[in-house]
């Protein structure tokens, strides 16, 4: 039973669990800004109207959409030193969250430049715009504001993700509650406190979404 | 070299079946039972009653504020010490069964919300019982916006069942861990891992697309 839940021993280890926290929040921003640049050239790619570019985008994101990350994650951890590249757990992590997030990105960017009504693209061609005018001035302006709850709403996604990133013994947020579990045979402790603290990151991300839906005008925002 | 490989690797193709053979019926039983609870918990929650769809919104909220792989943690290691003895195959179907159910509940709330009020008045005004306004006027109609979404959702739940891995369950994606410490090419094994999820994911996805074009059609929308 759990009469004996210690939070002595939480306090004890409230440092490996802080350590952790930091961890899994600055892998979780790397990884995101990685799958922001890898998600907006696979949108532009797949906005493209010829084939060379439109098809290995789309492959690329169905195959991750129809993956899951943690064989992805084995994928990179198992194969990179097949093909020589000897990397940190840490950075092959962060290059398999940048990689599989990156393609749910790009189908938020492709979704909000394609939220645009055509009378605006058209406006901008009566205007006299080129092309890379009107995506300056008139599309990615309004695209940005639909984008940003949906974007808001894959951090939160990457972030409980990352969570599978201890399996390949990175020493993050779940980590540090199996090394309580395994040390001292406090499963409940541990994963208890890390519960804790990911709903605390998840609250923030939803209350920032909700936030943002309002400052951006967003009627209904939901994520 | 490659070929040696290739030889190991059919070997194993009994394991890889198990696994896959596992991977199918741990998302075929929680898809199933997660379904009918989610339905259950969409229908009270929306149901009027107070106390009963904040208790549900806060245990939603809870699930999808933490990571998959500590809830299976947590369900693993700590039902045993309340006294509950259970296998890692019951603790991976109560986990995703859970996880569905709280998902779909989110899904069938925001159907249920999009049939105008005029409706349910309408049918109160007819005499239709409670459950016969839900089956025969709200059900129908939350189902245009409640299905693609729905099979969405089972595409998730087909990947995160690969996280139950964690707990030594032999699914498509353990076996993949247990051949490739045997076969040292990473590369090959976890391609073939991929592309057992992909042929029973991709179709899914593409009906979920389907689907959605089909049903914003069905009502006149514009479609891009």
């Given at each position: 039973?759990?009469?004996?839940?210690?939070l002595r021993?939480?306090?004890e280890?409230?440092?490996?669990?802080g350590?952790?926290?930091?961890?899994?929040?600055?892998?979780?921003?790397l990884?995101?800004?990685?799958?922001?640049?890898?998600?907006?050239?696979?949108a532009?790619?797949?906005?493209?109207?010829?084939?060379?570019?439109?098809?290995?985008?789309?492959?690329?994101?169905?195959?991750v959409?129809?993956?899951?990350?943690l064989?992805?994650?084995?994928?990179?951890?198992?194969?990179?030193?097949?093909l020589?590249?000897?990397?940190?757990?840490?950075?092959?992590?962060?290059?398999?969250?940048?990689?599989?997030?990156?393609?749910?990105?790009?189908?938020?960017?492709?979704?909000?430049?394609?939220?645009?009504?055509?009378?605006?693209?058209?406006?901008?061609?009566?205007?006299?715009?080129?092309?890379?005018?009107?995506?300056?001035?008139?599309?990615?302006?309004?695209?940005?504001?639909?984008?940003i709850?949906?974007?808001?709403?894959?951090?939160?996604?990457?972030?409980?993700?990352?969570?599978?990133l201890?399996?390949?013994?990175?020493?993050?947020?779940t980590?540090?509650?199996?090394?309580?579990?395994?040390?001292?045979?406090?499963?409940?402790?541990?994963?208890?406190?890390?519960a804790?603290?990911?709903l605390?990151?998840?609250?923030?991300?939803?209350?920032?979404?909700?936030?943002?839906?309002?400052?951006?005008?967003?009627?209904?925002?939901?994520? | 070299?490659?070929?040696?490989?290739?030889?190991?690797?059919?070997?194993?193709?009994?394991?890889?079946?198990?696994?896959?053979g596992?991977?199918?019926?741990?998302?075929?039983?929680?898809?199933v039972?997660g379904?009918?609870?989610?339905f259950?918990?969409?229908?009270?929650?929306?149901?009027?009653?107070?106390?009963?769809?904040?208790?549900?919104?806060?245990?939603?909220?809870?699930?999808?504020?933490?990571?998959?792989?500590?809830?299976?943690?947590?369900?693993?290691?700590?039902?045993?010490?309340?006294?509950?003895?259970?296998?890692?195959f019951?603790?991976?179907?109560?986990a995703?069964?859970n996880?569905?159910?709280?998902?779909?509940?989110?899904?069938?709330?925001?159907?249920?919300?999009?049939?105008?009020?005029?409706?349910?008045?309408?049918?109160l005004?007819?005499?239709?019982?409670?459950?016969h306004?839900?089956?025969?006027?709200?059900?129908?109609?939350?189902?245009?916006?409640?299905?693609?979404?729905?099979?969405?959702?089972?595409?998730?739940?087909?990947?995160?069942s690969?996280?139950v891995?964690?707990?030594?369950?032999?699914?498509?994606?353990?076996?993949?861990?247990?051949?490739?410490?045997?076969?040292?090419?990473?590369?090959?094994?976890?391609?073939?891992?991929?592309?057992?999820?992909?042929?029973?994911?991709y179709?899914l996805?593409?009906?979920?697309?389907?689907?959605?074009?089909?049903?914003?059609?069905?009502?006149?929308?514009?479609?891009?």
């Amino acid at each position: 039973m759990l009469e004996n839940f210690s939070l002595r021993t939480i306090v004890e280890y409230l440092p490996l669990f802080g350590q952790g926290l930091v961890t899994t929040v600055w892998l979780s921003v790397l990884s995101f800004a990685g799958a922001l640049a890898v998600g907006i050239v696979l949108a532009a790619m797949n906005l493209q109207r010829g084939w060379l570019f439109r098809v290995p985008a789309k492959a690329y994101i169905d195959a991750v959409r129809a993956t899951p990350l943690l064989a992805q994650l084995y994928f990179l951890y198992f194969g990179l030193p097949r093909l020589g590249i000897i990397l940190p757990e840490l950075v092959v992590g962060i290059l398999a969250l940048s990689l599989n997030s990156g393609a749910y990105v790009a189908e938020i960017i492709r979704a909000g430049i394609l939220s645009i009504p055509r009378g605006q693209v058209e406006a901008g061609v009566a205007s006299g715009m080129t092309y890379v005018q009107r995506m300056r001035l008139v599309i990615l302006p309004q695209a940005f504001k639909v984008t940003i709850p949906p974007l808001l709403g894959q951090a939160i996604v990457l972030v409980k993700d990352s969570a599978l990133l201890s399996l390949i013994a990175v020493a993050e947020l779940t980590r540090a509650g199996q090394l309580l579990a395994s040390d001292r045979f406090m499963p409940a402790e541990g994963f208890i406190t890390i519960a804790a603290f990911y709903l605390l990151l998840y609250y923030g991300l939803k209350g920032l979404a909700a936030l943002s839906g309002r400052w951006l005008g967003l009627a209904g925002a939901r994520t | 070299m490659i070929w040696q490989q290739l030889q190991s690797l059919a070997g194993s193709y009994p394991l890889a079946l198990r696994g896959l053979g596992m991977t199918v019926m741990l998302s075929l039983v929680s898809l199933v039972l997660g379904t009918l609870i989610g339905f259950g918990l969409g229908i009270l929650r929306t149901g009027g009653n107070r106390l009963i769809s904040s208790v549900i919104g806060a245990w939603v909220d809870l699930i999808r504020g933490t990571p998959f792989l500590v809830q299976i943690f947590l369900i693993f290691f700590i039902l045993p010490e309340l006294g509950i003895e259970l296998d890692a195959f019951t603790a991976g179907i109560i986990a995703l069964t859970n996880l569905a159910a709280c998902f779909i509940c989110e899904i069938v709330v925001a159907g249920i919300r999009s049939v105008p009020t005029g409706q349910v008045e309408a049918a109160l005004a007819s005499g239709l019982s409670r459950w016969h306004r839900m089956r025969q006027v709200v059900l129908p109609q939350a189902m245009r916006i409640v299905l693609p979404p729905l099979v969405g959702q089972y595409v998730l739940l087909i990947k995160d069942s690969s996280v139950v891995s964690a707990i030594g369950l032999t699914d498509l994606t353990r076996v993949g861990w247990l051949v490739v410490q045997r076969v040292p090419n990473g590369l090959l094994v976890f391609f073939l891992v991929g592309l057992g999820y992909f042929i029973v994911c991709y179709p899914l996805i593409m009906l979920a697309r389907r689907l959605e074009q089909r049903m914003g059609a069905a009502h006149g929308e514009v479609q891009l």
